[in-house]
Structure formats: C-alpha cells, structure tokens
C-alpha cells in the first residue's frame, strides 16, 4: 500500500514563496515519476513539476519555469517543491503523484498516475 503525505501549503501574498513537500510511504521511489500536479478552480489538473527516475530528470509546466524547483530527499524518500514568486494564478489544490512505471510520453497526463496524496491548498493573494 502506498501513501503519499503532503505539506507546506498555505496563504500567502504574490511575490511570497512556498515550500511543498510529499513523503512516499509503502515503496521507495526508485524508478518512474513522482511530483506535483494541481488543479486551478473550476480547471482541469495539469502539471506542475515532477522527477523521473533514474536519472533525476525534471519536468515542468511551462507556467511554473524559473520560479519552481523540484528537487528529491532520498533520505526521506520524499519530493519538495520549492515555489518563489507566487502569483495569484498559481492558487489551486496541489497535489502529490507517484507513479513506478510511467512513459516519458505519458509524464504530464495526470490519469496516467497510480498514486495521488490528499492534496493541499495554496491560495496566492495580490
């Protein structure tokens, strides 16, 4: 059984940062994809950040690059996502996704993961 526990979200001002982080239990992340995704209000889920393995290749959403950075805590077999200048159109529910076995054609399609955490909300005000 595998568990994914987020934490770090909040309300914060634009310009502000965010860390985000997701602890995987029930199976050490060694191959696949594990990241972020979120879901805007009244939007669909699309891509945030994720690292494939192996490798420790990073993926991101193009409205997300050069402001957040992926990065893995193999210690604790968790993924952080690090968010700095925060827009009011980065609030949504983040959530967290794990995947052993996903393509790299498939990496940005969220119905292709097989584990998703709780989510958490991040709500960026202006």
């Known amino acids: 059984q595998v568990s994914l526990v987020e934490s770090g979200g909040g309300s914060v001002q634009a310009g502000d940062s965010l860390r985000l982080s997701c602890a995987a239990s029930?199976?050490?992340?060694?191959?696949?994809?594990m990241g972020w995704f979120r879901q805007p209000p009244g939007k669909e889920r699309e891509l945030v950040a994720v690292?494939?393995?192996?490798?420790?290749?990073?993926y991101y959403g193009d409205s997300v690059k050069g402001r957040f950075t992926i990065s893995r805590d193999s210690a604790k077999n968790a993924v952080i996502l690090q968010m700095n200048s925060l827009k009011p159109e980065d609030t949504a529910v983040y959530y967290c996704?794990?995947?052993?076995?996903?393509?790299?054609?498939?990496?940005?399609?969220?119905?292709?993961?097989?584990?998703w955490g709780q989510g958490t909300q991040v709500t960026v005000s202006s």
């Open positions: 996704a794990l995947d052993e076995r996903i393509i790299l054609s498939s990496i940005r399609i969220p119905s292709e993961y097989d584990y």
């Open positions: 029930g199976r050490v992340f060694r191959t696949g994809a």
């Open positions: 690292i494939r393995r192996p490798g420790d290749r990073t």
